[in-house]
């Protein structure tokens, strides 16, 4: 029996999937590993097909780990993880609803940009890196940290918590910092709990 017919048997949204590029089953299996993780995270559990089932996933050699443009969804076969998926699953989320989700969080969390054309400009400047308004951000933030990788961030680390809270403590953003010890329970955390209860 080929790996194909096992991932079939194993998640049936498998055979729905739109799956090109160098693939591997290890890499597919993640891939339906980590929709499965998020169909699950879901009250009540459901299959988000109208966002990640439309997407055409490719498995590809590319520099980074994972990009995401509306409707396609590009991993590194080499390196992926089931963080790395969700991330680019929650872009693509966000991606299918024109970026309004990480909108309304950034609204709600009141972040943002004090002086986007500064950063623009001083991008290794932390005074003018994005500013979590109501912190802790997931994982820190760095010079790349935006509403979009903020809200991907963001679902990635409900999902998986612990991961979360040692990536931000190694990076120095520990949740106690800001009184959290679970990121379930910080103003993110909470707003990815309403969504995934109201879809």
């Given at each position: 029996?080929?790996?194909?017919?096992?991932?079939?048997?194993?998640?049936?949204?498998?055979p729905?999937?739109?799956?090109?590029?160098?693939?591997?089953p290890?890499?597919?299996?993640?891939?339906?590993t980590?929709?499965?993780?998020?169909?699950?995270?879901?009250?009540?559990?459901?299959?988000?097909?109208?966002?990640?089932?439309?997407?055409?996933?490719?498995?590809?050699?590319?520099?980074?780990l994972?990009?995401?443009?509306?409707?396609?969804?590009?991993?590194?076969?080499?390196?992926?993880?089931e963080?790395?998926?969700?991330?680019?699953?929650?872009?693509?989320?966000?991606?299918?609803?024109?970026?309004?989700?990480?909108?309304?969080?950034?609204?709600?969390?009141?972040?943002?940009f004090?002086f986007?054309?500064l950063?623009?400009?001083?991008?290794?400047?932390?005074?003018f890196?994005?500013?979590v308004?109501?912190?802790?951000?997931?994982?820190?933030?760095?010079?790349?940290?935006?509403?979009?990788?903020?809200?991907?961030?963001?679902?990635?680390?409900?999902i998986?918590?612990?991961?979360?809270?040692?990536?931000?403590?190694?990076?120095?953003?520990?949740?106690?910092?800001?009184?959290?010890?679970?990121?379930?329970?910080?103003?993110?955390?909470?707003?990815?709990?309403?969504?995934?209860?109201?879809?």
């Open positions: 029996m080929n790996a194909s017919n096992d991932l079939a048997k194993k998640f049936e949204f498998y729905l999937l739109d799956i090109k590029g160098m693939n591997s290890n890499a597919e299996e993640l891939l339906c980590s929709i499965f993780k998020l169909q699950q995270a879901f009250v009540p559990p459901v299959m988000p097909f109208d966002w990640a089932g439309a997407v055409k996933y490719t498995f590809e050699d590319i520099k980074e994972g990009l995401t443009s509306k409707g396609l969804v590009r991993l590194n076969p080499k390196h992926v993880t963080w790395t998926i969700v991330h680019e699953l929650a872009h693509a989320w966000d991606a299918a609803n024109n970026w309004l989700i990480s909108d309304i969080m950034r609204k709600e969390t009141h972040s943002g004090h986007k054309w950063h623009n400009i001083y991008r290794d400047r932390k005074q890196w994005y500013h308004g109501s912190p802790p951000a997931p994982c820190g933030i760095d010079k790349n940290f935006n509403a979009k990788e903020d809200f991907a961030e963001s679902l990635t680390a409900y998986f918590p612990d991961e979360a809270r040692r990536r931000a403590s190694r990076r120095g953003y520990s949740y106690e910092f800001n009184g959290f010890i679970h990121f379930h329970d910080t103003p993110r955390g909470q707003f990815i709990h309403s969504l995934l209860r109201n879809g």
